[in-house]
């Protein structure tokens, strides 16, 4: 009986070692296949850089640009006085940041609500919205517009997305999609 008794716990003890040494293995598991490329690391090093309003001035420059021109974003590095241009804590506003090559691009640009364009600017990628998204483009939502339109400013006088969208103070006029036209 009492022997019966010894080998029920000894099967015992080892079923619960066979399970805990089971248990112990399973989150080891994720870390061990390291030799399998890792494709999230590689799409984020994909990396989408400012190209400047000159490049898509070369197609847009009838329409949004000549437009955009008239609008205080295309001033707004005017608006600062030049020891303001050498502060960071002015120029990250009024400017829309640096390009590959390191230049600070000035002003409030079309990529600062657009999205850095050096991948989406193909004609093939712009005449399809899906792709250009899938490029770097952004869509000029309010919450791209607080980024700068902010307490953080100075100058700050409120912001309605709204209201401020349409004002030509600030947004260029909106123009019919020529390929929709073209048929
Ligand atoms: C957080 C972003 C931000 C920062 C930082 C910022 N500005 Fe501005 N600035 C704006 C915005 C947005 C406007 C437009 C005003 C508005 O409608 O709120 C503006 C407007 C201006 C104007 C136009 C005058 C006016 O009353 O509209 C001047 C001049 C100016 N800023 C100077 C400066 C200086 C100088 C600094 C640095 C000390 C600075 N800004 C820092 C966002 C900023
Ligand atoms: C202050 C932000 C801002 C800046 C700067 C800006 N845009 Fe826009 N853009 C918008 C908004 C907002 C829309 C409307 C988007 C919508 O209705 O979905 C738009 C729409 C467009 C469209 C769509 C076609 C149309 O006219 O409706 C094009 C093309 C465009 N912008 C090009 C440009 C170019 C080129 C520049 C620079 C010269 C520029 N944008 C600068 C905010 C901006
Ligand atoms: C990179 C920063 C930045 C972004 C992003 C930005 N703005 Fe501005 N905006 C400014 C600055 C700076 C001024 C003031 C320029 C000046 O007066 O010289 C300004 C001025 C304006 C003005 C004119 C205000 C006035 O009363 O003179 C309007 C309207 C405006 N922005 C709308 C928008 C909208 C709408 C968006 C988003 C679709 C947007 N802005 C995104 C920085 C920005
Ligand atoms: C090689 C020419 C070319 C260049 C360069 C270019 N674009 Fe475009 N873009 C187009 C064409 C063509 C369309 C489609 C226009 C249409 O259907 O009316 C377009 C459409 C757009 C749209 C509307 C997209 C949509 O479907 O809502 C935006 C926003 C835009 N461009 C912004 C920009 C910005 C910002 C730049 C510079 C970084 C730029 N483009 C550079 C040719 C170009």
Redesign the pocket.
């Known amino acids: 009986m009492s022997r019966k008794f010894l080998i029920a716990i000894a099967v015992l003890v080892a079923a619960m070692f066979i399970g805990a040494s089971l248990m112990a293995a399973d989150p080891e598991k994720p870390a061990k296949p390291a030799a399998k490329p890792d494709t999230t690391a590689t799409k984020a090093a994909v990396k989408f850089e400012y190209?400047g309003k000159d490049?898509?001035k070369?197609?847009?420059m009838k329409d949004e640009y000549g437009s955009w021109l008239t609008t205080a974003h295309a001033k707004a590095w005017e608006a600062l006085k030049p020891e303001e241009q050498k502060k960071d804590s002015c120029t990250v506003c009024h400017s829309t940041g640096k390009d590959a090559a390191g230049t600070l691009l000035t002003g409030v640009q079309?990529?600062a609500c657009?999205g850095p364009?050096s991948a989406y600017?193909?004609?093939a990628n712009?005449?399809n919205?899906k792709l250009?998204l899938g490029a770097g483009?952004t869509e000029p939502t309010k919450e791209i517009c607080v980024k700068c339109h902010n307490d953080k400013s100075p100058n700050f006088k409120g912001f309605d997305f709204d209201k401020y969208s349409k004002d030509p103070k600030g947004m260029h006029k909106l123009f019919p999609?020529?390929?929709?036209t073209k048929g």
């Open positions: 190209i490049k898509c070369l197609c847009h079309c990529e657009h364009g600017r193909t004609q712009m005449k919205k250009a483009m999609k020529k390929t929709e």
